[in-house]
């Protein structure tokens, strides 16, 4: 189906696209990747009567490392981050890049549009939850900068103001020692997962000194499993703990059943993903570099 009619505005800058969010009201929408809303708005879900596209804005498209974080550029393309060899040194960042749908969709979808879309389903917000990340917002007040876990708010809900627009994600570097991996289980590649699990773990020896797990497409957004983080930290791995993670896991999640499969399923998928996840994160915390590729039905 054709979207409806709509009026077209091409942004020079970011405050110039915030000026014009807020001359057009509720009725504009800001235009990135475009692989969440064109879909919508095909599907005549979204209508709106303006869209304020972002793709000609110069200069917010970047990978940047600063002063002990990595910086993304609200129009970094999913594949940018893919092939960034900078955005590897947080290995749980290209595992998630790689893993998103097909290549079309990594070439055009971004990593701010991801996030401000807060998609139950989508991959962003799940590995960057194990991390420590802000993202940097530009309103008509200024700019801001809000912890990702105060910023999304509720499925496809998120702390932006109506002519607020994410200008920035800005991840903390992990400390020595640490190690991540992110992995979900797909129906097949160009669809979102039916369920995925982010373990970023710190580790010394065999100790677990740190963790952080999150887990995706069980909730309504992704569930940081504080319980399931507690059965490791402290803890000397083992096969018991990371039983015990992976069932706190289960526990944590809060899955619907949908086409992708059974709620039972999803929890039972999401407790095995988790487990996997932590022993490939240790691996990588003991400096192993290890490849992390998602699974296929
Ligand atoms: C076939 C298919 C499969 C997909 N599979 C996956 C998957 O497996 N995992 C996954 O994570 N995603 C998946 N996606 C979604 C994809 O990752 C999108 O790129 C992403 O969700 C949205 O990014 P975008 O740049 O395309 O945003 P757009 O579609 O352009 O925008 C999405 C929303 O965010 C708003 N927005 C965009 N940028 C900003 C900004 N800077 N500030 C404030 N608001 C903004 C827009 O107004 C709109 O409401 C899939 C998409 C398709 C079409």
């Known amino acids: 189906m054709y979207p409806r009619a709509f009026h ?37 879900f979204a209508n709106p009567k303006h869209l304020v596209d972002l793709n000609f804005v110069p200069g917010i498209s970047y990978i ?7 910086r993304f550029g609200a129009l970094t393309r999913h594949a940018e981050v893919e092939y960034s060899a900078t955005a590897a040194k947080i290995p749980i960042i290209h595992d998630c890049a790689a893993g998103i749908a097909d290549v079309q969709v990594r070439n055009r979808g971004t990593i701010g549009g991801s996030i401000a879309e807060a998609d139950p389903s989508g ?30 708010t509720d499925a496809y809900t998120t702390a932006l103001g109506p002519e607020e627009i994410v200008s920035e994600i800005i991840v903390k570097n992990p400390p020595k020692g640490s190690g991540g991996a992110y992995l979900a289980f797909k129906r097949s590649a160009p669809v979102y997962p039916t369920a995925s699990a982010a373990v970023q773990l710190r580790m010394e ?25 507690s059965a490791l930290r402290g803890q000397k791995i083992s096969e018991t703990t990371m039983n015990a993670a992976a069932e706190a896991a289960r526990a944590a999640a ?14 039972m998928l999401v407790g095995a993903l988790v487990k996997r996840a932590i022993e490939l994160a240790i ?13 296929y039905a």
């Open 64 to 70: 940047k490392e600063d002063k002990g974080s990595l």
């Open 283 to 295: 691996r990588r915390a003991r400096g192993e570099q290890v490849e992390v590729s998602h699974l």
């Open 123 to 152: 991959d962003w917000a799940t590995v960057l939850s194990t991390l420590d990340t802000t993202i940097r917002c530009l309103g008509r007040k200024g700019e801001r900068t809000i912890p990702l876990s105060k910023f999304i």
């Open 205 to 229: 020896g065999d100790v677990c000194e740190d963790a952080a797990i999150a887990l995706g497409c069980v909730g309504l957004t992704a569930i940081k499993a504080s319980q399931a983080e």
């Open 254 to 267: 809060d899955p619907q059943p949908d086409m992708r499969g059974s709620a039972e399923y999803k929890r």
């Open 8 to 44: 077209y505005h091409r942004a020079g800058s970011l405050k110039e696209a915030v000026t014009m969010l807020s001359q057009l009201g509720e009725e504009g929408k800001l235009l990135a990747g475009g692989q969440s809303l064109i879909p919508l708005m095909k599907l005549r």
